[in-house]
């Protein structure tokens, strides 16, 4: 873990807490201590793009390539593939295959984008929006900050389960179910606010309908976790079918534009989720003022489900400010929404 002048490497750190973060993902776990002992790997990991979480990029590499062509044996570690499953130390084979498929995982590494969009992050704008519904009796704009492929945009076309109760959309393909862990029962979601319009802004919005960017949606989940892969193949076909209006670039730079689009002193909800940690440090500021300036010309409920340092990794926070007025956390959850609770959460 220390370079040969002795100091610590962050991003070789980075890999050796993968067990932490990616907990979820036996594979992952075993593989983050392989990357973060050999300088090799983590010359192609250096690849990433700045502001992109390098460790999310280099595994989603690997899996894309081996979605492509899963001949290699690596491949059998990999519930994804159909093959396997294999047994014993994963870590000489994805050694082997990385070292073989360097130039493409380079090539991938400096071209994609963290772009993972958890359907069930869906559960998450809905109770936002319950709680927009009780501010104000107005339709709603709703926009999306890093939309990804839109999934979120179609919110209200899908079928909610959480805490033995369906909301939504009951006879749509698209189920999102959530374990509810608040004190008491989880708000009524189906008293969502008008949308007068919804539009999408993303550094690189995902076509929903394109195959290869599927792949790449498809290999950004962790390679065991099915159920989410296959909530996001309907999630995608129902979007494909009816995309959002999205636009391409930093939000930073569109956001005026976009909002100049909107009838002035209407209410806007300004959306993201899993983004503004993708967004690099020092563009962070400018984020923030961009989305607050919405407010100088609408009524401006920003909605944000994030990572919160008080937190300490132990799930998102969903917190509402509506203009300059101080912000309120009515929610927190799992960070791809398989529990929500409401806050503070109830002590077991
Ligand atoms: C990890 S993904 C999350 C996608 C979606 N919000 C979700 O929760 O499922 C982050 C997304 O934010 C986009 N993004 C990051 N920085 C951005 C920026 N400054 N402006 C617009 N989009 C951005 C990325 O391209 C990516 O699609």
Redesign the pocket.
Known sequence: MSTTSGAADPLAELFAALPCHFADSPLYSRLGPVVAADERLLAIARHARS?QVPSNLLLASVHYLLLRDPAHELAAWYPSTGRGPATGDPGPAFTAFCLSRQEELIELMRRR???????K?SAVLRLGMTMVASMTDEPVTLI?????AG??LRFDDYRYEIAGRTWGRASSPVVVSAEWRGQGPPPDLDRLPAIADRAG??????DAGDPDERLWLRALIWPENLAQAALQDEALRVVAANPPRTYA????D?LPEVVAEVPRGTPVVIF????????AAE?REA?DAAIASVGREHDLFHLT?EGAPDLEGQGFALELRRGGEPSRRPAIGHGHAEWLSDFPPRVS
């Open positions: 502001g984008l963290v772009q993972t969009n958890v359907v992050r999306e900050v890093g939309s990804s999934v979120h802004i993303d550094l690189n919005p995902i670039g930093d939000a930073v569109l993201h989720s899993a983004t503004r940690m993708h967004v563009r984020f489900f």
